[in-house]
Nanobody, 125 residues
Framework: DVQLQASGGGSVQAGGSLRLSCTTSGFTFDDFAKAWFRQAPGKEREGVASIDSIDGSTYYPLSVKGRFTISVDSATSTVFLQMDSLKPEESGVYYC??????????????????WGKGTLVTVSS
């Protein structure tokens, strides 16, 4: 069975940093694109970072570019999200996901096949 488990969430003040981890199993890690999504209460799930399986290209929305970094460790089948200079509006549940999205749809949640349970991030002002 495919399993993904996100961890590393918590409470942090605005301007602080957090590093999320997503441990995975049950599939060929390097064959799948990986992504992180955020869902705030009452809002749709939005992509905040993704990494292509073919050449490791990364994709970020402008709102987080330069502050968030997605990375992977193939040896341990783990996906990371380093988040710096966090803002209160970036609070929410963060989910990791894997799939085979088209290159121009890397931020679309429906493009991803497997999801982990999220981890809560709270950024206070």
């Amino acid at each position: 069975d495919v399993q993904l488990q996100a961890s590393g969430g918590g409470s942090v003040q605005a301007g602080g940093s957090l590093r999320l981890s997503c441990t995975t199993s049950g599939f060929t890690f390097d064959d799948f694109a990986k992504a992180w999504f955020r869902q705030a209460p009452g809002k749709e799930r939005e992509g905040v970072a993704s990494i292509d399986s073919i050449d490791g290209s990364t994709y970020y929305p402008l709102s987080v570019k330069g502050r968030f970094t997605i990375s992977v460790d193939s040896a341990t089948s783990t996906v990371f999200l380093q988040m710096d200079s966090l803002k209160p509006e970036e609070s929410g549940v963060y989910y990791c996901a894997v799939g085979h999205p088209h290159e121009d749809r890397m931020r679309i949640a429906s493009e991803y096949n497997y999801w982990g349970k999220g981890t809560l991030v709270t950024v206070s002002s």
